[in-house]
């Protein structure tokens, strides 16, 4: 897992979220509430597609340039499916398959993200265990 992943209050706009992806080379970026508690999941793909897709083109116009200043909160995926430290590496992978997501944010029992565990750190370690 990555620990300490960089995460995002609710209000932020997809505009500032899409460059932190970029800028980060990141998928995903949990969302916190007032108490810094894990309240949604964002990934990159989501604010793709609630930014119009003029942005950047000579067609752009102001309408184009408000899907920048949305809030987050706005399209964040609610009731993230999560696993907690120490679980199993198996179970976690199961847990990804089951549900058909490419994350999982690690979660104290208060909800405060303490890593994220994406499908990239599950190759990184299947492709260092050797037959």
Same mark, same amino acid.
């Given at each position: 897992m990555t620990p300490d992943p960089?995460?995002?209050?609710?209000d932020m706009p997809l505009g500032k979220a899409m460059e932190l992806?970029?800028?980060k080379r990141i998928r995903h970026l949990p969302v916190l509430d007032e108490q810094n508690r894990l309240a949604g999941l964002?990934?990159?793909?989501?604010?793709?597609f609630h930014i119009s897709p003029r942005i950047g083109t000579i067609s752009e116009n102001n309408s184009d340039r408000e899907s920048l200043r949305r809030p987050i909160h706005l399209?964040?995926? &609610?009731? %993230?499916?999560?696993?907690?430290?120490?679980?199993l590496l198996s179970e976690a992978a199961q847990l990804m398959l089951?549900?058909?997501?490419g994350c999982l944010p690690v979660v104290d029992p208060e909800r405060h993200v303490v890593g994220m565990?994406?499908?990239?750190?599950?190759? &990184?370690? %299947?492709s260092r265990i050797r037959p």
């Open positions: 960089l995460c995002v209050g609710m992806c970029l800028e964002v990934t990159d793909r989501d604010i793709r399209i964040m995926v &609610r009731g %993230v499916v999560v696993t907690v430290p120490g679980m089951a549900n058909r997501v565990l994406t499908t990239t750190d599950l190759i &990184r370690y %299947v």
